[in-house]
């Protein structure tokens, strides 16, 4: 009778552990990254006009942390590569995220609070060391990338600015193809070992912060305890990320850590995905004065379009951040940073980015202005702080 006992708990098990790895994660991607209103959407014809004519360029998106194949089409989360490229994203910026604490709120994150990112990198079977990890889950998530601009030969990964060139030169003659750079949402993925930059540029990681939702060995967060300047190791990571040319990205970094950076570095610098505390006032999102410093250094700042960001619902209160900004310092230094599938809530899916053009026009931007806010400032940015390559 134990036998027969036995025998059914190991069934049991067998079968709870099939439904953990194959339905906890997609249910945790459907019920973090919610969209407020549904595809399809619709638009002005002068918005649709203006939008056709432009290249979206997104400095952040979360999606490679999530179980979709990148090249395949989901009706759940934010965006896949078919979504980006029908709401006109030409260049698309994924970062992987490696540790996020669970209890996060904008008063506070302790940096050994529970990590969601294990569970999800166990329900989605990542490889084992990946579970434990913090370096291997962003190696990993840099092969999941690669591997899709493997599959797709107009999906391409940027790691030069010759490869910009190469990829702007090609969607001139085919809108389809997409230039895609990857990124670090903080640098607790390190691990505390300043050569893991080095490993983290091989795999093809061009843009980095410093911190993510809590204060690290680094520096601290704008949601951190300390919320901390830049300490002695943050400082020997900032002169090795200025060794390899990459982009230095201020998102979620403190007020001391944004100024101990951009005393200690030179030209532009991104804010890949933020608020604005004129619109929103929240300490995650940046003062009129980091936002004037940013742009005195040539960077952009990327407004999100998640709810908490920009304090409301819909796509106006993004274009009113955005509006803040280039009024403050020009339409030069604002950016998209569309946060999406970071467990965020946010108006539209990639396939309504049309809407935040028609948005920005009823915000009086001209055509031209919009085509700056969203894809060519980035652009321009990317051609200063990439390095060089070899030219095509």
């Known amino acids: 009778m134990l036998r027969f006992f036995l025998y059914g708990l190991a069934v049991l098990s067998s079968l709870a552990a099939v439904g953990y790895f194959t339905v906890a994660a997609p249910i ?43 090249l395949r089409r989901y009706d759940r989360g934010h965006s896949d590569v078919p979504r980006l490229r029908e709401g006109g994203v030409g260049l698309q910026v994924f970062a992987a995220v490696t540790q996020s604490p669970m209890g996060r709120s904008y008063q506070g994150t302790e940096a050994d609070a529970l990590d969601q990112i294990p569970f999800l990198a166990a329900a989605q079977r990542w490889p084992l060391r990946a579970w434990t990890s913090r ?24 790691r030069t600015r010759a490869d910009l ?7 001139a003659d085919d809108p389809a193809v997409m230039g895609t750079l990857l990124a670090v949402e903080g640098l607790h993925a390190l691990e505390g070992e300043v050569a893991n930059v080095d490993t983290l ?26 919320k901390g300047g830049l300490t002695d190791f943050g400082t020997t990571v900032l002169r090795r990320l200025q060794a390899h040319d990459v982009t230095i990205d201020l998102a979620h970094a403190s007020e001391a850590l944004v100024d101990d950076v951009l005393a200690r570095t030179e030209g532009p610098v991104v804010v890949s995905h933020t608020g604005v505390r004129a619109t929103c006032d929240s300490p995650r999102n ?9 742009a005195e250094r040539g960077g952009v700042i990327g407004v999100g379009l998640w709810e908490t960001a920009v304090c409301g619902p819909g796509v106006a209160p993004t274009a009113a951040a955005m509006r803040h900004v280039a009024d403050l310092v020009g339409t030069e230094h604002v950016a998209l940073g569309t946060d999406y599938d970071g467990t965020v809530s946010v108006p539209f899916d990639a396939t309504g980015l049309s809407l935040l053009t028609e948005a920005l026009l009823s915000e009086g931007f001209s055509p031209r202005e919009v085509e700056q806010i969203m894809g060519a400032n980035v ?12 030219p095509p």
């Open 379 to 390: 652009v321009r940015v990317l051609r200063r702080t990439l390095p060089p390559g070899t």
């Open 28 to 70: 945790a991607d459907a019920w973090y990254n919610t969209v407020q209103d549904e595809s399809p959407y619709e638009v002005s014809e002068r918005a649709r006009a203006v939008h056709d004519t432009l290249m979206g360029a997104d400095l952040h998106n979360d999606l490679l942390l999530w179980p979709r194949n990148p």
């Open 201 to 226: 540029v091989a795999d093809g990681y061009r843009m980095m912060s410093l911190t993510h939702m809590f204060d690290n060995a680094l520096g601290g967060a704008s949601t951190g305890i300390e």
């Open 286 to 294: 940046l003062s009129d004065r980091h936002i004037r410093a940013v």
């Open 135 to 158: 370096l291997a889950r962003a190696r990993y998530q840099a092969r999941k990338l690669r591997r899709a601009t493997a599959r797709d030969d107009r999906l391409m990964l940027l």
């Open 165 to 171: 060139d190469r990829m702007l030169a090609r969607r």
